[in-house]
């Protein structure tokens, strides 16, 4: 039997044509592309092309984009420099943020005394951007906002423009977790007062191992990572030339079909949540499901019996790939503790489905026939 693969929040397959792209660079192009023979210049070449070609599809300047290794090192990087080189001394996030955020925030915090303040959520799972300006408007200290654009677990989008307008009134540093979004929609960031973003490559069927972080001209900080003068001197270590590559080839796909894909692809999250409502009594959605959220992701939640408690792993048995939140902290029996911010999850079986323009409504009806066999 084929595996159903309904978990692309957590990674997507790579494109052939993105690998096609990224073959040469492990084959006969092996250079080091700080070497100065011909060797070493083709592959600096590739990566700077790879820059020129990201920065375009983002609405920013080449010198804006620095290529790390995922969305975890660029949103550590730019926390720790908003605090270490910007001053910093009040960060404002959220209790929803992905890991990769809150940890780094309370490290920051413990290491450098910064105070920290967090967003209240309201009851759809949306920021309460009121309480966000009031944060703002009485913070005394330099601040630091770091929020999502959209959640990785429940799929609501923030308004982002309106955040870092927010931010430009209040003089602060603006951080905004874009890997669910990079790839996904239409990022103008010469429309957006912000300061740094973030993407990861296996978001929209790249390479894993290579993300971006974008560093706004008008802010200057420290490298994270020393020992070499690699991207302008802003992170040290031979690069990831064939990741450079294919995160810039699938970036490049992902933007030529965006429309077409994201139509498809919301009429397969739609078509699954009218399925799970009809044969499946007492099914809930977590998030602002069917208004501003992510057309890939589809947050459910099960009444919870001793069955549903087993749904996940069945699934599996059954080569249904899914997961119960983050991919990031699968395996850990803790509730999600983006759900459990709005919402009490104690009583649910909460499974994440997130689709990708390969999965088609006959995968959804094998899904349903399963879940009700489970069940």
Not at 45 to 55: D, F, G, P, S
Not at 117 to 134: I, M, P, R, T
């Amino acid at each position: 039997m084929n595996k159903i693969y309904f978990d692309n929040a957590a990674t997507t397959p790579l494109d052939p044509a993105v690998l096609e792209a990224m073959m040469p660079y492990l084959t006969e192009k092996f250079g080091n592309p700080s070497s100065i023979y011909s060797y070493g210049r083709e592959c600096r070449m590739a990566i700077e092309n790879a820059r020129k070609l990201v920065a375009k599809i983002l609405h920013a300047h080449p010198s804006e984009i620095f290529f790390t290794s995922g969305g975890t090192e660029s949103s550590n990087t730019a926390i720790t420099a908003s605090v270490v080189d910007l001053g910093c001394k009040h960060i404002i996030s959220s209790p929803i943020e992905h890991h990769a955020t809150l940890h780094t925030v309370e490290h920051v915090a413990k290491t450098h005394g910064a105070k920290v303040s967090y967003v209240k959520v309201l009851d759809n799972g949306h920021l309460d951007l009121q309480h966000l300006e009031e944060l703002l408007k009485s913070a005394e200290e330099k601040v630091l906002v770091t929020l999502m654009h959209a959640n990785n677990e429940i799929g609501n989008i923030t308004d982002i423009e309106l955040v870092g307008n927010l931010c430009k009134t209040h003089e602060a540093i603006f951080h905004c977790d874009t890997v669910q979004t990079v790839g996904h929609f239409d990022l103008d960031l010469s429309k957006v007062h912000v300061h740094f973003i973030t993407g990861a490559g296996h978001k929209f069927h790249g390479p894993k191992g290579v993300g971006i972080l974008y560093v706004n001209k008008n802010v200057k900080i420290s490298p994270y990572i020393f020992g070499g003068s690699q991207e302008r001197n802003m992170r040290a270590g031979t690069e990831n030339v064939y990741g450079i590559v294919g995160f810039a080839k699938a970036l490049e796909l992902a933007i030529e079909s965006m429309e077409k894909d994201a139509a498809y692809i919301l009429a397969l999250k739609l078509y699954l949540a009218e399925q799970l409502q009809k044969h499946i009594p007492g099914v809930l959605f977590n998030g602002d499901t069917f208004g501003n959220s992510l057309y890939t992701v589809l947050n459910v939640g099960f009444p919870k019996t001793e069955k549903s408690e087993m749904l996940l792993f069945n699934l599996d048995v059954n080569h249904i790939c899914v997961s119960g939140g983050s991919a990031c902290s699968s395996g850990v029996n803790v509730g999600s503790h983006v759900i459990g911010a709005f919402r009490d999850n104690s009583k649910q079986e909460t499974l994440r489905f997130s689709f990708s323009k390969h999965n088609t409504t006959a995968e959804i009806d094998t899904v349903i026939s399963v879940i009700k066999t489970i069940i």
